[in-house]
């Protein structure tokens, strides 16, 4: 099931929710009791079998992890 990401439009509090259905999207902020909720766009993460510590064999002077996993990295070290 989904995760949302939501913020609130007055205190600027995010809220992470699992939601199910309708009744489970948050319309009043837990912190300010505001009720100015909204969505915001967040970035998914998928499972790889190949570890961010399997990247840059020493030939790449990109640093950082691997780019499956947001950070960067060496472009076609990792098999991306």
Known sequence: MPIYEYKCGQCA???EKLIRNQADIPTVCPSCG???MQKQFSVFSAASSKSASSC?????DM?????????GGCPGSCGF
């Open 63 to 71: 640093a950082g992890p691997c780019p499956g996993s947001m950070g």
């Open 56 to 60: 840059g064999g020493g030939a790449c």
């Open 13 to 15: 509090a995010l809220v």
């Open 34 to 36: 505001a009720k100015d």
